[in-house]
């Protein structure tokens, strides 16, 4: 039985899709005016776990992300460099792809963008002004959030506290008539727009994700996912547009990422700390990042310096050493093996992760299965049957974790030197020993 944070409920809950056997769920994906960062890796690998613990379990999942391509920051970038919307929104779409690559996760099943749902976006906007929860103002459409009585269910605000912290500060636009109502359509003479019932213009951030969802998994999902930071006012907006004109909540689940700092403190350009995810991977490798991504709770702050890459390599090193030694040992000695796992141990595993993504204690599964590796491994006369049983398992993990294990090649070449090694060290020749061992650690054996 998996269990989930709810943001909603405040409450760990325990988790049943609405349609048996099958999750639909939905990330908000990245404004793309700009690369990636380890801040927008941090989602990426989060809700990939989660997808794949979901599958690990016998669910099948239907995962949609979007590609935020219309967007104030879009269109200034294209004036800054003289070009169209497009070229910039197709640059960023495909660093970010190659990023989710380099990361190991896998491709959405549905990646909408809002250049091709305008259609549908305007449509939705349009129902809202008919039914009364919008209003149009100059050329503008506002959204009204006092015509929905659940606002503020999401991130558990009440709307009079929100409005009376609100009308202390200066409001730079007078059309609304609520300080939270928020833009559905925006007025515009800059930059990319299209022809509406309210004039030209484009669409607000908070429209594209409700129809979007409704467009491609239905009026209602089991999950909704992003950082902690969309939780207000983003995700908020897009419950109240579903409330308002299907009467019904979006989604079951709301489950956010906490966020990402460097050093201690907080990613920010003024800061000019930022880790980008590009370099971060490239650097560290998949299986590193990952690692140490899913190292702390997701719900918990995640640090990124010296000393927690340290540590994540070590840790990393202290798993997939034996594993490489154990096939190591195996090809040396000609071991059939077997493909069986131990299940208790991943059953164990999983438990850890089904009890809302328990990554902490997951990872203290893994070094216990690896204790007993370890401990296989050192018999005289190694079983390689258990050895695979632990070792397979290890992988297991490993994999809902979005990281790989490779198998090394072994040539004739290296059983031949690995034998001399042997046997140099049995006729206690350690100078040969040595010179083998050196050899062997520079193809990669050892
Ligand atoms: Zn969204």
Same mark, same amino acid.
């Given at each position: 039985?998996?269990?989930?944070?709810?943001?909603?409920?405040?409450?760990? !809950?325990?988790?049943?899709?609405?349609?048996?056997?099958?999750v639909?769920? $939905?990330?908000?994906?990245?404004t793309?005016?700009? /690369?990636?960062?380890? #801040?927008? @890796?941090?989602?990426?690998?989060?809700?990939?776990?989660?997808?794949?613990?979901?599958? @690990? !379990?016998?669910?099948?999942?239907?995962?949609?992300?979007?590609?935020?391509d219309?967007?104030?920051?879009?269109?200034?970038?294209?004036?800054?460099?003289?070009?169209?919307?497009?070229?910039?929104a197709?640059? $960023?779409?495909?660093?970010?792809?190659?990023?989710?690559?380099?990361?190991n996760?896998?491709?959405?099943?549905?990646?909408?963008?809002?250049?091709?749902t305008?259609?549908?976006?305007?449509?939705?906007?349009?129902?809202?002004?008919?039914?009364?929860?919008?209003y149009?103002?100059?050329?503008?459409?506002?959204?009204?959030?006092?015509?929905?009585?659940t $606002?503020?269910?999401?991130? /558990?605000?009440?709307?009079?506290?929100?409005?009376?912290?609100a009308?202390?500060?200066?409001e730079? +636009?007078?059309?609304?008539?609520d300080?939270?109502?928020?833009?559905?359509?925006?007025?515009?003479?800059m930059?990319?727009?299209?022809?509406?019932?309210?004039?030209?213009?484009r669409?607000?951030?908070?429209?594209?994700?409700?129809?979007?969802?409704?467009?491609n998994?239905?009026?209602?999902?089991?999950?909704?996912?992003?950082?902690m930071?969309?939780?207000?006012?983003? /995700?908020?907006?897009?419950?109240?547009?579903?409330?308002?004109?299907?009467?019904?909540?979006l989604?079951?689940?709301?489950?956010h990422?906490?966020?990402?700092?460097?050093?201690?403190?907080?990613?920010?350009?003024?800061?000019?700390?930022?880790?980008?995810?590009?370099?971060?991977?490239?650097?560290?490798?998949? +299986?590193? %990042?990952?690692?140490l991504?899913?190292?702390?709770?997701?719900?918990?702050?995640? +640090?990124?310096?010296?000393?927690?890459?340290?540590?994540?390599?070590?840790?990393?090193?202290?798993?997939?050493?034996?594993?490489?030694?154990?096939?190591?040992?195996?090809?040396?000695? #000609?071991?059939? #093996? %077997?493909?069986?796992?131990?299940?208790?141990?991943?059953?164990?595993?999983l438990?850890?992760?089904?009890?809302?993504?328990?990554t902490?204690?997951?990872?203290?599964?893994i070094?216990?299965?690896?204790?007993?590796?370890?401990?296989?491994?050192?018999?005289? !006369?190694?079983?390689?049957?258990?050895?695979?049983m632990?070792?397979?398992?290890v992988e297991?993990?490993l994999?809902?974790?979005?990281?790989?294990?490779?198998?090394?090649?072994?040539?004739?070449?290296?059983?031949?030197?690995?034998?001399?090694?042997?046997?140099?060290k049995?006729?206690?020749?350690?100078?040969?020993a040595?010179?083998?061992?050196?050899?062997?650690?520079?193809?990669?054996?050892?």
């Amino acid at each position: 039985m998996i269990r989930l944070y709810n943001s909603k409920t405040l409450k760990v !809950e325990e988790f049943k899709p609405i349609q048996e056997g099958h999750v639909n769920m $939905y990330v908000c994906g990245p404004t793309v005016y700009n /690369h990636a960062h380890i #801040g927008n @890796a941090r989602p990426m690998v989060v809700f990939d776990v989660l997808k794949r613990l979901l599958e @690990a !379990e016998g669910y099948t999942v239907t995962y949609v992300s979007n590609f935020t391509d219309v967007d104030d920051k879009i269109i200034n970038k294209a004036r800054e460099e003289g070009t169209t919307e497009q070229v910039i929104a197709e640059r $960023y779409i495909d660093a970010y792809r190659e990023v989710r690559r380099l990361l190991n996760t896998e491709e959405p099943d549905i990646t909408p963008r809002v250049t091709e749902t305008m259609d549908e976006i305007i449509a939705f906007i349009d129902e809202l002004v008919k039914s009364g929860h919008a209003y149009v103002a100059d050329g503008d459409v506002y959204f009204s959030v006092e015509s929905v009585p659940t $606002y503020g269910e999401i991130s /558990h605000q009440k709307l009079d506290q929100l409005e009376a912290g609100a009308s202390e500060r200066v409001e730079e +636009n007078t059309q609304k008539k609520d300080p939270y109502d928020f833009a559905l359509w925006k007025k515009t003479d800059m930059g990319i727009k299209w022809n509406s019932p309210w004039g030209e213009g484009r669409p607000g951030w908070h429209t594209e994700c409700v129809v979007m969802i409704n467009n491609n998994l239905g009026e209602k999902i089991d999950i909704h996912g992003g950082g902690m930071d969309l939780k207000f006012p983003h /995700h908020e907006n897009e419950a109240a547009q579903q409330e308002a004109l299907h009467g019904n909540s979006l989604a079951n689940f709301w489950i956010h990422n906490a966020m990402v700092n460097v050093d201690g403190v907080k990613m920010s350009k003024s800061l000019g700390n930022t880790l980008w995810a590009k370099d971060v991977v490239q650097n560290l490798g998949t +299986n590193l %990042t990952r690692w140490l991504i899913s190292s702390v709770h997701y719900r918990k702050e995640l +640090n990124f310096s010296d000393e927690t890459i340290a540590t994540a390599r070590k840790e990393l090193e202290r798993v997939l050493n034996p594993i490489h030694q154990a096939d190591v040992k195996q090809a040396m000695a #000609g071991a059939a #093996g %077997t493909e069986d796992f131990d299940h208790a141990e991943y059953r164990a595993f999983l438990d850890c992760l089904d009890d809302d993504m328990n990554t902490p204690n997951a990872y203290a599964v893994i070094f216990e299965t690896i204790k007993k590796l370890n401990g296989a491994l050192r018999q005289r !006369e190694i079983d390689y049957v258990t050895v695979d049983m632990y070792r397979n398992a290890v992988e297991k993990m490993l994999n809902v974790l979005g990281i790989t294990v490779e198998k090394p090649v072994i040539t004739e070449e290296d059983k031949e030197l690995y034998a001399k090694w042997n046997e140099a060290k049995k006729a206690k020749d350690f100078a040969s020993a040595d010179i083998y061992r050196a050899k062997l650690t520079e193809r990669g054996i050892l």
